[in-house]
């Protein structure tokens, strides 16, 4: 974050930085590329905590990013898309055992990329997977939040790729061992990407198969509560406004008759 965004940026000392100048930077930032709000937010944050650490180690008095307010986004966020069982099916027959072990992590259990990067064999017991931990960009974290540790049930369809995958690795008897050492991350750019688009399928990111998992689990008929619960969100308004997308039935519906109502207009017109 700090060398994408920040690195080069700021001419002042850390204990020269007043209010005004962090929000400059904050602005700068944001007029600078198109990021979503999260983003920015996200920026924000890790530059309070870095003053904050300042302030602590008595380098500065004070934490000047607290009155700051996160920038509007340049660009509003781009539509995300929500991987179908279709879709998913579809990916998985051509996907190579190790591709497709790591997918169906993300699309039958919900697991980040991070969480999938992080998963040890000692994680899944054959019935359930135990979501301990985060690997971003090599550095083992904690999860996101306090209740994303926690179980998924794993159901026969993941059991048995997870199966098949153990079957052709050699997995070592020592905690800590991993299911993938393979950074994900290049994975899905290259291998997942070109197999995926060789049956007609775009690769939207891993975080499809994770609102994949949200709306397909809400067009079956699980209640929100439920699926979050799956997801393991903090809260179930995350769940229900950026995770779960399917089509209404009724909004076709009035849509459709919206459409009959306008032809029948043209042609009584003619």
Known sequence: MFRANIQGRGVLRVREYRTLDVQVLLDDIA????????????????????????AQAGVREGNPVRECHVPKQRQPAKETHAYDLQEIRTALQVL?????????????????????????????????????????????????????????????????????????????????ARLFKTNLEVMGRKSIKTAMESVGLKWYGWHAFRRGIASNLFELGCDDITVQRVLRHSRVQITQAAYIKIRSPKLDEAMQRLSDAVTRQQIGSK
């Open 31 to 54: 007029a600078s590329k198109p990021l979503a709000r999260n983003t920015l937010a996200h920026i924000k944050h890790f530059l309070s905590g870095a003053f904050r650490y300042a």
């Open 96 to 176: 190579p055992t190790m591709q497709r072990a790591a997918v169906a992590c993300a699309a039958f259990a919900g697991l980040r990329r991070s969480e999938v990067q992080g998963l040890e064999w000692s994680d899944y017991d054959g019935e359930d997977i135990s979501v301990n931990r985060s690997v971003w960009r090599g550095h083992v974290e904690e999860t996101k939040t306090k209740s994303s540790k926690n179980y998924v049930p794993a159901i026969q369809a993941l059991r048995d790729i997870l199966d098949e995958y153990r079957s052709t690795v050699s997995v070592v008897p020592i905690a800590g």
